[in-house]
């Protein structure tokens, strides 16, 4: 196992480990009505153009662009009322010149007709006459068929989460089925001989496992299948075991330790057995979340020890559970991060060189946010429970002034 | 039916609407481990102090800290070592003058120590004895029983929505069953005699029906049950069938109205047949959305007409069919939004009075996020496909000039 004296900042330690990632879930065909947050195994293409047809895009009437040059509301165009495009139906009729139709928004543009007029724009002077008070020019208020989409085009690329809006477009196109990557499988092993379920009672010296938990959920948030493998004692056999079994029924596991340091490296050589490469990074310059390791099977596939601080472990879920299984999912379309920027309200001391990652609760005010750090000893969860978010001390500072605007990652 | 001449704004669209909606969905009771997303339905309060015991924070040795005072690494304190602390069962020993206990962090404070010194400032000198290089104070590294908690407090009050750290609370006490809102079921039907399921090949003039599915998204991304009703012809006695049977088996109806204005009308009509207050919300100054269409029935029920237009669809879910979740779900703690600031590339038209929303593409540079507009005409689902989120416009700007910063929404 390679020893690392040099802590490696998140960043460059998270970008270290995934580049040796190669497994990837298989791909999987869903209803698309099912797919929100699901991420695309292949490009997905327009089987047709859209709009399929020459469409109004507002409610008005049809004209020859032609017949309305020079109309104004003091010398209106007069044309002839031919008809009224149904819904959900072609027109039976042509538009000639000298003639209009009333058409809604989404109806299909009648033959000969090249531009719309909105309805404001005009005035039924007599059941078959329309006065037109403006001027509109070819092509305008119609959506052109395969303006949207040309047949064939890349609707979806591979590599995109789906949200509503995706869901949308595909439903638009008639595409009720969707390649996707499979949602990775994580496997969950707590460890450390002091660590008891939920339901049990803690006697003197011994925790309830958190970590288990927090982390379920933050697998679930990531779009992954979380599955728990209970709470293996201090012993490197048990723990090899189990995360053998963890390995072949999940595309990554993650140990969230027990507290002791003996526990760490007794996790570290576990995991170090399933390489080459085994572990890359051992402990990372952050704070919390020193005492993380990330390591690689010889399969490709992502292992992970989290510190056993609920703190530190849930920090590091989200700097690195995350992205691995946005790397397992084969995610390729980056979308802007959920950050927020605010007002530090009292100074925050750092180490040069280590990122900090401070709970704090934010205030709107009408200067933008205000974030009050919330002070905890190690282990505490609450803190958590109280924060909106993780305010960022970056590497690069010896901590933070008051006043200091500075990045927020939401809870 | 009041006739609102005056279009309001989204935020006093919202707020009038939703202060008249009194249904809330009943309480219910459901594994923690499963309540990620959910919303309490009562105060959680703790069952027995946190942390339970007096307990270290830290890898070091638990002392009395009168006997570190003056310590110093050119002067240490030599101080005795009685044993170990054990991790998962209080020590059998007790903590005399001059003496320490090499202690793991939450292991449980021996019965006389009262400070604990970390590791990097001690040195085995001899087997049974260690030197401090520093002095710490009384409590030092040590977490207090009741410090994090204490027995009866309130550890999550009602209305908040359980992210991670909260279920990682919840587990740290125990309380492996929480009481939370029932999730409300949203009753989805589309409307107009032109929309056809994304199953069916549209005939000319016919479209298919896409917003169903990106509210069913959207539902489900604001924690509520999304139940579909089909499409309903543009038939007020067919629509108020359909929107009754929805109101009885449903917390909230949505109508997806067909694009024209005969729909929308007839919709508002349906609507407002259930109160009173009925419609209290018939268009809202926004681009796109205006014809939006709020109500509320004599129970107190939500019920929105929304537009056909797919891009003004899903403005109006996020503006008022989320919050209008979390109205049904009793959410009180409001936490920050996930919005962006982003600075305009290029000058944005826009009626004074009217708020905006526009899709955008995001790109980051050294200076922060960029935002490139992407110009569409009415129903073009792709534009939001190819957006990462939508840029306000605020209502009291006549446009934006390039080079302004605004708010993005990520979608």
Redo the contacts between chains.
Sequence with gaps: MPEFLYLLPPKEAAQTWLERVIHRTEAETIP??EA?GRVTAEDVLAPHP????D?S???GYAVRAADTYGASESLPAYLEIVGE???????KFRIGAGQAALI?????LPEGADAVVMLEYTQRSREDEVEVLKAVSKGE?V?IKG???AEGAV??PRGARL??????????????EVKVARRAVVGIIAT?????P??????????????S??L???V??GGGVPRQYGIVP?DPKALAETVGRALNECDMVVVTA?????TRDMTADVLDSYGPPGVLVHGVNTKPGRPTILAVTAAGKPLVGLP???VSA?VN?DLFVIPALDRLHGLQIR??K????ARLTINLPSAAGREDWWPVR?R?TDEG?EADPIFY??????S??R???LLKVPADATGLPAGAIAEVR??
């Design positions: 698309s009505a929100l859209m709009p399929p047809f469409r895009g507002v409610d495009v149904p819904m959900g139906a072609p027109p809604h928004t989404g109806g299909m208020e959506i303006e949207d989409l609707v979806i949200r509503a809006a995706e869901i949308g477009g595909l439903m638009a196109l008639g595409i009720l450390g001989d002091e660590v008891v939920p339901s049990a009672t803690p006697a003197a010296g011994q925790v309830r496992d958190i970590n938990y927090t379920a959920a933050e679930q948030r201090d027990g507290s002791s340091a003996s056993g601080n609920p849930l879920m979308r802007p959920p950050t927020l920027k934010l709107q946010w000893k190690s282990n505490l969860i609450f958590l429970v924060a909106d978010g939401l809870l």
